[in-house]
C-alpha cells in the first residue's frame, strides 16, 4: 500500500498561491460594486433593465455573489489560510489493493476497486472515476511521490486516460444556462420570452439538483446549495408575474 501526501514546500507554495488569489478575487469584486453602484445611479437600466420590478433581485444577486464572498473573505482573512494549512498537511491518499482513499479534515472519500473503470489525467491531477458517474476522487499532482502513485494505480491495472478538459462537461454548460438565464429574467421584457425561460431554468434547476445530489461525498457541503439553482425559476416567475399584471 502507498500512502501520498503534501511536502512541506508544497503546502507553502498553495497557500501562497491561495493567498494571491484572494486579493485579486478581493479586487474584482470591489471593483465590480463600486462599478455597480455607479451604473445604478448613472445609467441604472444598463443593471437592473427597464423593469423597476428586477431592482431587488439584482441586489440580491449582488449581495449573494459579491458582498457576501467579499465580507467573508476579510472576516476570516488570517483563519482561512490557516484552516487551509490544516487541510493540506492532514490529507493523504491511501492507494490499495482494495481501493482508494482520499482523507483529510472532513469525512474521508473511498472507492473500492471494484467501483473504479479508470482514471482521467489532466493538468492538475486524476480523475479516478467510478461507474457512477457523479461520483469520483480527485487527487491532486501537487502531492508528493505523484508519478509513483500513477505507476501504482497502473500496477493495479487501473487505466490512465489523458484528458482535454475537466470530466461532467455538462455541468458547466449549466453553469452557463444558470448565468444566462438569471440575464434573461432582468432584461427579458416579452412576456413569450420570459416563458420560454421559466421553462429553461425549470430544467435547469431541476438537473441542477440531481447532479448536486448524485455524489453522496458531496452532500454535507451541498445540501443547501442545491437549493439554490432554483434561483433563475424564482427570478424568472416574479418577472413573468410582473410582466403579465404590469
Known sequence: MGVYRYDSSQVESIIGAMKRSRLRHCATASAVLVAA????????TWIFGASQHARAWVVLAMFVLFVGPLVESLVRWKSRPRRLEESL???????SGEGITMASLGPARHLARHEICRVEEIGWGLYVRSRRRYR??????????FEDLKRELVRMGIAIVPATIPPNWEEVIGGILFVGTVCCAIYAQSVGLLA?????????????FVVLSANPDNLPKMRWARFAVFLPVAMTASMLWAAMHG
Open 37 to 44: 453602484s455607479v451604473c445604478g445611479l448613472v445609467r441604472p
Open 89 to 95: 498537511r492532514a490529507t493523504r491518499v491511501e492507494v
Open 136 to 145: 469520483w476522487i480527485f487527487i491532486p499532482s501537487g502531492v508528493a511521490d
Open 196 to 208: 420560454v425561460n421559466l421553462g429553461i431554468s425549470v430544467l435547469v434547476g431541476v438537473a441542477g
